[in-house]
């Protein structure tokens, strides 16, 4: 390597909504990625080994963008990641009352796609694509 940054041709891309407490933030980014690493294989990379062979899971192979943006933001956000059809996964404010997965998916599956409360959305796609899903929402901080 040059030592010039590498620039992927996709993007992964958490979206929050901004009125989440910091333990929430961190909660839900946390879910949310877990689900693209889980079904989007070629956004792994290769596990680490440290010096002495200690070997550590495999990571992302590119960086997570955090935003934040308005409920309605995120809304809409949600609608585009539904028709470019991306990879994505939610988390909705019904999972903050949650114990459990299997409660976790019920409170999803009980509640129609245009009335779900969202709090976050992850999304994984062209470089383009993401960046047009994310549209209107800021870094986070």
């Known amino acids: 390597m040059d030592g010039q940054p590498l620039r992927f041709d996709t993007k992964i891309a958490v979206l929050l909504r901004d009125d989440l407490a910091p333990w929430q933030r961190l ?3 946390s879910f949310l990625v877990s689900g693209l690493g889980s079904q989007v294989p070629e956004v792994i990379g290769a596990p680490y ?3 002495d062979g200690i070997a ?8 997570v963008l955090v935003f934040e943006a308005t409920k309605e933001v995120l809304k809409a956000a949600h609608n585009r990641t539904l028709t470019r059809a991306l990879p994505r996964s939610v988390f909705t404010a019904d999972l903050f009352s949650t114990g459990n997965d299997t409660d976790n998916r019920a409170a999803v599956r009980a509640v129609p796609t245009a009335d779900l409360d969202l709090v976050g959305l992850a999304v994984y ?3 383009g694509g993401v960046d047009k899903v994310v549209k209107g929402a ?3 901080p």
């Open 27 to 29: 909660n839900v980014t």
């Open 125 to 127: 796609g062209p470089r």
């Open 49 to 51: 080994e440290d010096a």
């Open 138 to 140: 800021r870094m986070h």
């Open 56 to 63: 550590y899971l495999p990571m992302f192979r590119q960086p």
